[in-house]
T-cell receptor, first 116, second 110 residues
Framework: DAGVIQSPRHEVTEMGQEVTLRCKPI?????LFWYRQTMMRGLELLIY????????DSGMPEDRFSAKMPNASFSTLKIQPSEPRDSAVYFC??????????????FGPGTRLLVL | QKEVEQNSGPLSVPEGAIASLNCTYS??????FFWYRQYSGKSPELIMF????GDKEDGRFTAQLNKASQYVSLLIRDSQPSDSATYLC??????????FGPGTRLSVLP
């Protein structure tokens, strides 16, 4: 399997612009997670889906952030409008069964976002 | 909300020594615990998981779990410079998702 695929790998944009991050989970995985990682705050869970349905979006920082999962093989995280404080590495991860003993999450390579 | 605490480091050990990484957590209900390694500029990758009290060994890595004291640790024997990375402790959150600690940065000095 190709693993979790994310695009783009790097994104540089100007404040106020819309940013869309994309993720393709591992085939057969029912759970998809979006994380944000910064030096100051570490790895933060933004939102996760089970069978394409958002389960918990309490980590989404504000209304400027939105996420969708239209089908089992694709998800997007959108920031509109973007701000410099959104600069971070955004990871997508997937798993078969969240919380099952020993069932792990597999991370994509991440998208490095820089908002100027 | 469960909390996971780790010493941010950096933890420096000489090559060949044992590196000991510790993690404490707030919720006694946690069942499964995971150690991830993250190299600079890369994504986290799973090293080990443990769910029973005691030790679990995998090559040079040993995970230790003590649910009564609410801590989990990772020992790396014969540390190598290639082990230099940030180590993230994580636990399951009521079977729904993971809660990650802030990570401990390990530096193995040649």
């Amino acid at each position: 399997d190709a693993g979790v695929i994310q695009s783009p790998r790097h994104e540089v944009t100007e404040m106020g612009q819309e940013v869309t991050l994309r993720c393709k989970p591992i085939s057969g995985h029912d759970y998809l997670f979006w994380y944000r990682q910064t030096m100051m705050r570490g790895l933060e869970l933004l939102i996760y889906f089970n069978n394409n349905v958002p389960i918990d979006d309490s980590g989404m920082p504000e209304d400027r952030f939105s996420a969708k999962m239209p089908n089992a093989s694709f998800s997007t995280l959108k920031i509109q409008p973007s701000e410099p404080r959104d600069s971070a590495v955004y990871f997508c991860a997937s798993s078969r069964l969240a919380g099952a003993v020993g069932e792990t999450q597999y991370f994509g390579p991440g998208t490095r976002l820089l908002v100027l | 909300q469960k909390e996971v605490e780790q010493n941010s480091g950096p933890l420096s050990v000489p090559e060949g020594a044992i590196a000991s990484l510790n993690c404490t957590y707030s919720d006694r209900g946690s069942q499964s615990f995971f150690w991830y390694r993250q190299y600079s500029g890369k994504s986290p990758e799973l090293i080990m998981f443990i769910y029973s009290n005691g030790d679990k060994e995998d090559g040079r890595f040993t995970a230790q779990l003590n649910k009564a004291s609410q801590y989990v640790s990772l020992l790396i024997r014969d540390s190598q410079p290639s082990d230099s990375a940030t180590y993230l402790c994580a636990l399951d959150n009521y079977g729904q998702n993971f809660v990650f600690g802030p990570g401990t940065r390990l530096s193995v000095l040649p």
